[in-house]
């Protein structure tokens, strides 16, 4: 199992970027894919989440309205559209799947999202006012 995220890099203050988190070993609509991303000093949080079992679409409060999860079955990648960014938005970002277990992306309401054992290396999204 593997996991490729890219799409990283430096925009402006309400710019925009797209990652891209490519995935090997398995069939990702199968499992729920997630977002995740660390600030220098802070604490991992999870961004976003999409279930295996209906797509349903998870977000944090601080990025709703502006990113958008989705993903290609025909590829096995998952995208994460970051619009309006913001420089608290600057962090290295990783994607991650529940694989071999789906948990549906229990957690949500704490933007936790549960199950997550495999992860990819991070790309670094930095923000510049």
């Known amino acids: 199992v593997q996991l490729q995220a890219s799409g990283g890099g430096s925009v402006q203050t309400g710019g925009s970027l797209r990652l891209s988190c490519a995935a090997s070993?398995?069939?990702?609509?199968?499992?729920?894919m997630a977002w995740f991303r660390q600030a220098p000093g802070k604490a991992r949080e999870g961004v976003s989440c999409?279930?295996?079992?209906?797509?349903?679409?998870y977000y944090a409060d601080s990025v709703k309205g502006r990113f958008t999860i989705s993903r290609d079955n025909a590829k096995n990648t998952v995208y994460l559209q970051m619009n309006s960014l913001k420089p608290e938005d600057t962090a290295v970002y990783y994607c991650?799947?529940?694989?071999?277990?789906?948990?549906?992306?229990?957690?949500?309401?704490?933007?936790?999202?549960?199950?997550?054992?495999?992860w990819g290396k991070g790309t670094q999204v930095t923000v510049s006012s």
């Open positions: 991650a799947t529940d694989y071999p277990t789906p948990y549906y992306c229990s957690g949500y309401a704490t933007d936790t999202y549960y199950g997550m054992d495999h």
């Open positions: 070993g398995f069939t990702l609509d199968a499992y729920g």
């Open positions: 999409i279930s295996s079992s209906d797509g349903s679409t």
